[in-house]
Each structure stands twice: as structure tokens, then as C-alpha cells.
């Protein structure tokens, strides 16, 4: 029997810092979500497009489900919770790393208000030898979700466990067609990209508080002669802040700009001239419309 050709959508949800951002990048391919050491790193719905010859599987990248401090964590718990319902299936993803934790069960709380079917994913294998450990793991994480339908082992790291875990997503699809074109690989666009480069290179070089409050805006997004010009702002909501970003003589704004012009050069395959300034708006993460403008959220809050 010839198989018909399936497409859904698939989010990926659970708490900061499990490996969801990792994961959805190894399996396009290629940069989509940026990723850091730190928890709450994603801050938007990101969609990223797998399509083979047997089905489409539009993922959605969410933020790590936490606890919000303020008013901008407030806004990412919404991206993160809205992305539970009217989606196929959900990816609910787990690490190992710290065990089962208070927050694993207010991810396990907004999960299991949905109806919709679960695959739990345990994380960042390639860190464990013991395999016993691993399953007990599982066992306990069983325990939080209901609608599990089926449970994987994986590495977003190395691969190990992930072509196993596409084939079990496209069979549990429906059958239908294309939701994008075959060449799509995101539904975010270069300047999107282009200020979540920026501000993954904040989140690498600072610390504690500081890649936190930080938004990016992109003031000119131009090619001009094959080269590709771009002016961001970096915004803090302390004055404290700006030296930080800046660093000594304006070594530590140099060093973002450098590493994140490389990055941008090799995802959009073109030179790139990148300028970055520091701005200060006291306490932006406490105020609505500030945290739309510097936050991308506008589109998919409304
Ligand atoms: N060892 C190991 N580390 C991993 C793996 N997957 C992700 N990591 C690391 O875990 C950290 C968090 O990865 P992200 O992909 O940013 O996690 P996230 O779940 O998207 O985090 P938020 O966006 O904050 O919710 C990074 O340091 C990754 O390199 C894995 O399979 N193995
Ligand atoms: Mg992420």
C-alpha cells in the first residue's frame, strides 16, 4: 500500500535549559534558535520546517516553562503555554541533569492541561554512562505527565536517538500536505535571526543578571554591493549595565560584535558589516509596550 503523504505540527515544551533550542537546530540542520549554557535563553515561538519525502513536521521551538519574575517572563510564559493547544503532538522534554525538580511538575501542570498527545523525551544521554540511572530517570518523569504515548532516549548533541524519535513523530501524523514550501526551514525571518545572534553572544560572554535584561533591536537590516548591513541596539535597563556591555576601552561590545558578525556570515552566507550600540530604558522588562518593541513579541501575542 502506498503511503499518503502526512504533515503536523509538533511543539517541543518543558524547562529551561533541557535542550530544546539544541534539538530543534540538529534536526534542520542548521541555526535556527540560538542556545546558551543559561535557562531561559528562547524567548519567542520559533518555527522550524522538516519536510522529507514522506511528510512535513513543523516544530515549534517554545521558551522554557518557569516561574515569571517579572513582566517579560510573564509575556514568554504565554508564548510557551499558548503553544500547547491546537498543535498534533507535544515533545515534552526532560534532562537529567538535576533530577525532577518543583519546576518539572509546573511544566507537568500546564502539559497535562492540554489534550494533546505526549512523546517524553529524556535529553543529553551522551553525559551518562549508567544506563540504570537513565531509566529510573525515565520512570519518575513517566509518572508527571498524562497522554504519554511513547518515550525516547535522546542526544540533541550528538544525534544518538533522534532519526528514531522523526520516524515515530511522522507515523503518529495525520495525513495532509505541505504547510510550507519544501525550501522553507523557519517561519522567523533574517532579522529575527539577526538580533537573536546578537544577543545569544550576550548570553555567552556576561553573566548572572545582564544577558537577562537584554533586548535587541534592529535599526537597518540593508544590502548595499553584496554586502549585507546591519545596525542593532543593544538595550539594558540599568545604567550599571551599559560599561558591562561595553567592557574596557569597548573590548567586551567588540568581542559580541566579532563573534556574532561571524556567525550571521556563515547563516546568511553573504559579508556582513554589523554596528551595535548600547541603550539604556530604565526597566523595560516591567513595561508593556517597551518589552513588545524590544522583545519581538508583538505578532504573537496579539
Ligand atoms: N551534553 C549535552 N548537552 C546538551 C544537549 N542538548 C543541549 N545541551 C546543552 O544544554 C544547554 C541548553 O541548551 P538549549 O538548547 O539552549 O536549551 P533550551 O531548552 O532551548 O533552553 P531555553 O531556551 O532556555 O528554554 C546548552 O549548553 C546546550 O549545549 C545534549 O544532548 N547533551
Ligand atoms: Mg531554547
Not at 142 to 171: M, Q
Request: proline residues 3%.
Amino acid at each position: 500500500m502506498i503511503e499518503r503523504y502526512k504533515s503536523g505540527i509538533v511543539a517541543l515544551v518543558g524547562k529551561p535549559n533541557v535542550g530544546k533550542s539544541s534539538l530543534i537546530n540538529h534536526i534542520i540542520g542548521e541555526k535556527i534558535a540560538i542556545v546558551s549554557d543559561k535557562p531561559q535563553t528562547t524567548r519567542n515561538r520559533i518555527g522550524g520546517i522538516h519536510t522529507t519525502q514522506s511528510g512535513q513536521i513543523v516544530f515549534y521551538d517554545t521558551p522554557g516553562i518557569h516561574k515569571p519574575l517579572h513582566k517579560l517572563g510573564q509575556y514568554i510564559l504565554r508564548v510557551a503555554t499558548s503553544s500547547l493547544a491546537g498543535t498534533d503532538l507535544l515533545l515534552v522534554m526532560v534532562d537529567p541533569t538535576d533530577g525532577l525538580r518543583e519546576s518539572d511538575n509546573l511544566v507537568a501542570k500546564h502539559v497535562n492541561g492540554s489534550n494533546v498527545p505526549v512523546f517524553l523525551v529524556v535529553n543529553k544521554i551522551d553525559s551518562y554512562t549508567d544506563i540504570r540511572r537513565l531509566e529510573e530517570f525515565m520512570e519518575s518523569a513517566s509518572r508527571l505527565f498524562k497522554n504519554i504515548r511513547r518515550r525516547f532516549f535522546i542526544s540533541a548533541k550528538t544525534g544518538t536517538g533522534v532519526d528514531k524519535l522523526l520516524e515515530a513523530i511522522l507515523d503518529s501524523l495525520p495525513e495532509g500536505n505541505m504547510l510550507y514550501p519544501e525550501e522553507y526551514i523557519t517561519d522567523r525571518s533574517s532579522r529575527f535571526m539577526a538580533s537573536e545572534v546578537v544577543r545569544e553572544k550576550i548570553l555567552e560572554f556576561t553573566q548572572q543578571e545582564v544577558p537577562h535584561s537584554v533586548g535587541v533591536v534592529i535599526q537597518e537590516f540593508s544590502e548595499e554591493n553584496d554586502l549585507l548591513k546591519i545596525r542593532a541596539d543593544i538595550v539594558v535597563e540599568r545604567n550599571s549595565q551599559k560599561p558591562i556591555i561595553l567592557g574596557k576601552g569597548g573590548s567586551m561590545i567588540k568581542k559580541i560584535g566579532t563573534a556574532a558578525r561571524k556567525d550571521l556570515e556563515y547563516i546568511f552566507d553573504q559579508k556582513v558589516f554589523l554596528d551595535l550600540f548600547v541603550k539604556v530604558r530604565e526597566k523595560w522588562r516591567e513595561r508593556d509596550s517597551l518589552i513588545q518593541e524590544f522583545t519581538n513579541l508583538k505578532d504573537e501575542l496579539l
